[in-house]
């Protein structure tokens, strides 16, 4: 066989280290261990088909079960990779076939995942070449995604099925003796109200419990190490397994009264809040601990969306009625919160506010609108750390959809694309719904009022030193389709101003120089690829120009020079370029000869002319060490002779 070596727009990845990937807390159920025996070969170990097809259940670990495989199952000298699908649709003309490699894939979008009887019968005839390059492929698919599939007996493809989950306990325990937290191990043991809350989670959810196990750790000892003055309610503070049982738990079945039969009046005997105490729950469920005006205004602020909101009820709340009725700090103790002598309301209940917000968003479908507007406008700043955003992370992260993340935008885009941005930087990191943000930021690269919020997230992606080729590449594809798809001068400035920022990392400097190399080659268009290059004029070696001094191969410089100063928006963007590239060699007689031999090629010839008495326009007041004046100069060399008195240097009286 010729085994065909395919670079140009196949899926990328990142290499799995197979040391690390063994030494992952790993759990695995007697219904895994059957599957697991399932695909191997008995005589060898190694899998029995080049392509395997795992459908699980979303959520139930499918993907470490597939990584686990290979890392355990594949030869010593096999590459481990984890591909990213990023594409419109399954084609067999887009998955790599390197030899020695086992690749890992994930279909799980609800659109661009979807089978097709074409995609799948074309996996035979690439498990064979798998096969002749000693290679593997294992898909892990969504149950839903396989739907009326029947792919009978194919040569060289396996399918499995993945019905449930491992034990949630186990997986749970395993991940904190993996983290050094035995001892926490000990503690979730010993609570059978614990054990209980955890019971029957799906894979991702337990290595959430894990977290939140390791958060109430750190409350705990952030509160043993802070005594305070005495509760003045006399209660006891919380023990470790108690602060891990309230974090464990649901609140569900608490919950459920709190948000029974909506009233007017709170009374004893009706543990049923108030829509005012509602909307006061849900902003210390945010704040946590805070002044309590501004508690206050904040619970007002979601009350009022909930009343702006198409599925509000006029009047719902009244100002008399809420005079009326109990005062805030009796409604705040009610709610489950304190209030310090300064006034400061205190909610220490991080996991059970995260519960509320959950629970609302969750059983009250119309308060969605009004949760994302209220946290969007809540957010104080556009960082992690700020609660509001922090929370609207959580909600994206976990209910991530098509529908969560196009109302997520279509709210925040228009009034904090930096609370957008911020958010969605989280959400293409997360392993989860990764692709869906991936695939959501490619629609709105398309879409005007998207493109800042795709270039500050494709711009931190790119900037980080440990960025993966898979992810590198899904940036560049992104901020090259809002460089197609925007006419606008704006956004055309921030890409280049992100362009130039990404070109002081050395890696995105390569990724900047392929943009501009396939702009030449006629493979993607001038918009991004002029950007590129522009971009890398501004890189400097030894305080000269890095595309003079050091010229990579895959650049023809005179070229660009000449296209760009052709087109009259471009020239102009252009001049400055070349007049501080002109300016830093004008000290250097060798570098300036050089440079000037340069560019002269490209200020010649048709449609030349006008961009060249503007660039000399520029260099007035430039002089070399000889002191020659640098317009006059390229005016010598550019201008014939007879032309001179029709056409004077720019700058001269007529």
């Known amino acids: 066989m010729i085994l065909e070596t395919r670079k140009q727009d196949v899926l990328d990845g990142e290499i799995q280290d197979r ?37 699980a259940p979303r959520s139930s ?59 799948l019968g074309a996996l035979s005839k690439h498990a064979e070449n798998l096969n002749a390059a000693r290679s593997h492929l294992v898909l892990t698919v969504a149950e ?51 054990q209980a809350s955890v019971r029957g989670l799906s894979a991702v959810a337990a290595a959430r419990a894990a977290r939140t196990v390791v958060e109430a750790w750190q409350e705990h000892n952030h509160h043993e190490q802070q005594p305070g003055p005495p509760d003045d309610d006399g209660l006891e503070p919380l023990t470790l397994a108690q602060r891990i049982e309230a974090a464990l738990t649901d609140w569900r079945e608490e919950l459920d009264t709190r948000f029974g039969e909506t009233t007017v009046r709170h009374s004893s005997d009706n543990p049923s809040l108030t829509l005012e105490d509602r909307c006061l729950l849900l902003a210390l469920a945010v704040w946590q601990s805070a002044p309590m005006p501004q508690v206050t205004r904040s619970a ?13 009820t006029a009047a719902l709340s009244p100002a008399h009625s809420v005079f009326a009725s109990r005062g805030l700090r009796r409604r705040i103790k009610d709610v489950g919160a304190d209030v310090d002598t300064r006034d400061v309301v205190v909610f220490d209940r991080p996991t059970y506010g995260r519960a509320v917000l959950e629970y609302v968003w969750d059983n009250y479908d119309v308060m969605r609108e009004p949760l994302i507007n209220w946290l969007v406008s809540t957010a104080v700043e556009a960082s992690p750390e700020d609660r509001a955003v ?59 009022n998207y493109a800042l919020v795709v270039i500050a997230v494709c711009r931190r992606i790119l900037a980080e030193p440990d960025v993966t080729t898979s992810a590198a590449k899904m940036a560049m594809v992104r901020l090259r389709r809002v460089a197609q798809s925007s006419s606008d001068k704006d956004i055309r400035r921030h890409m280049l101003a992100s362009f130039e920022e990404l070109s002081r990392h050395p890696a995105v400097t390569a990724r900047l120089v392929a943009e501009v190399s396939n702009w030449q080659q006629n493979k993607v268009s001038a918009h991004s690829g002029s950007l590129a290059f522009l971009a890398l004029m501004t890189a400097s070696d030894d305080k000269k120009p890095w595309l003079i001094a050091t010229p990579p191969p895959d650049i023809d410089i005179v070229r660009a020079v000449h296209d760009l100063l052709g087109n009259p928006d471009t020239a102009k963007e252009l001049i400055p370029r070349l007049t501080a590239w002109i300016r830093s060699c004008a000290d250097d007689p060798d570098a300036y000869a050089h440079l000037r031999e340069q560019l ?18 520029e260099l007035r007041g430039i002089s070399t060490t000889h002191g020659t004046n640098v317009a006059d100069d390229f005016y010598q060399h550019l201008v014939d002779p007879r032309l001179r008195t029709v056409f004077p240097i720019p700058g001269d009286a007529a």
Do not use: C
Not at 20 to 39: C, D, K, M
Not at 65 to 76: I, K, W, Y
Not at 397 to 418: F, M, Q, S, Y
């Open 19 to 55: 040391t690390a990937l063994l030494q992952q807390p790993f759990v695995r159920s007697n219904h895994w261990t059957e599957v697991w025996g399932q695909v191997l070969a008995p005589a060898t170990g190694r899998l029995r088909q080049p392509v395997l097809i795992v459908v």
């Open 61 to 119: 670990g499918s993907t470490t079960f597939a990584l686990r495989l290979l890392a355990e199952h594949t030869a010593g000298r096999t590459h481990l990779m984890k591909l990213d699908a990023d594409w419109p649709t399954p084609s067999k003309g887009r998955l790599p076939l390197e030899k020695d490699h086992a690749y890992q894939l994930d279909l799980k979008h609800p659109v661009h995942d979807a089978l097709s009887a074409d995609f």
């Open 144 to 194: 839903g995604l396989w739907t009326d599939h029947h792919l009978g007996e194919r040569d060289g493809i396996q399918v499995v099925r993945l019905r449930q989950a491992p034990d949630a306990q186990q997986l749970i325990e395993a991940r904190l003796d993996a983290s050094g937290y035995s001892r926490l191990v000990t503690v979730l043991r010993s609570s059978p109200t614990a």
């Open 300 to 312: 007002s602020r979601l009350q009022a969306f909930i009343e702006d909101s198409p599925a509000g």
């Open 390 to 448: 922090n929370m609207l992370t959580d909600l994206t992260v976990r209910h991530g959809t098509v529908e969560h993340l196009d109302r997520l935008g279509k709210i925040a885009g228009g009034v904090r694309p930096d609370v957008l941005g911020t958010v969605m930087d989280s959400a293409v990191r997360n392993e989860h719904i990764g692709r869906l943000a991936w695939s959501m930021l490619y629609r709105w690269a398309a879409q005007q």
């Open 600 to 617: 002269l090629p490209a200020l010649r010839g048709h449609n030349m002319f006008q961009a060249g008495m503007s660039l000399m326009q």
